[in-house]
């Protein structure tokens, strides 16, 4: 079986576009209404001759039990389903406290979690990037989903980690 990849983070942070680009189809849908489970939210990627499924987790957005508790939901089945964790995060809006309740989930896996800093579009954001080292999950990874920017340095390290 190939390794698994789980996408996590809050809702409209860009982890559907981010998969997209993983994928380097558009087969994600982006600006899912919250709430709302698709029924197929794994896909095949192939990068540098090595295959592995990445799981969107968009499905499990935020519902009547609230966004903490959805996200660290989503945490907790991403960390018992996959081989590693692209944990995403808005780069332009910062670590909020639902990053940081879905941080604590995250470091109690065994698996490798990799910080992903979305929204990076161009260099004016990479200062709020060098903030997110306080979420204590190491180098935030700089990437724009939407333009690609930094995504094939993602993918070598996606590969590492798996
Ligand atoms: P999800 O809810 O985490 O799956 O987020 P989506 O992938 O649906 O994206 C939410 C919104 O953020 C959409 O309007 C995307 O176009 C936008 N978005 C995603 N990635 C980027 C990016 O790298 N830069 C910018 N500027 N917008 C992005
Ligand atoms: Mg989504």
Redesign the pocket.
């Given at each position: 079986p190939q390794p698994v990849l789980a996408v996590v983070?809050?809702?409209?942070?860009?982890?559907?576009?981010?998969?997209?680009r993983i994928i380097g189809r558009r087969e994600?849908?982006?600006?899912?209404v919250?709430g709302v489970t698709r029924d197929r939210v794994a896909y095949d990627a192939l990068w540098s001759g090595r295959k592995f499924t990445v799981v969107?987790t968009?499905g499990w957005?935020p519902d009547a039990t609230g966004m903490y508790a959805s996200v660290a939901a989503q945490a907790e089945l991403a960390m018992s389903t996959a081989d590693a964790i692209l944990f995403?995060v808005?780069a332009?809006v910062g670590a909020t406290a639902t990053d940081e309740a879905a941080v604590r989930v995250l470091r109690k896996s065994k698996r490798p979690v990799l910080l992903v800093a979305?929204?990076?579009?161009d260099e004016r954001v990479m200062g709020d990037v060098a903030a997110l080292w306080s979420l204590g999950l190491g180098e935030p990874i700089p990437?724009?989903?939407?333009?690609g920017?930094g995504s094939g340095d993602m993918l070598d390290k996606i590969l590492d980690a798996l």
């Open positions: 983070g809050r809702p409209n942070v860009g982890k559907s576009t981010l998969v997209n994600a849908v982006v600006q899912d919250p969107d968009g957005e995403v808005d332009t979305n929204k990076v579009d990437v724009s989903g939407l333009h920017r």
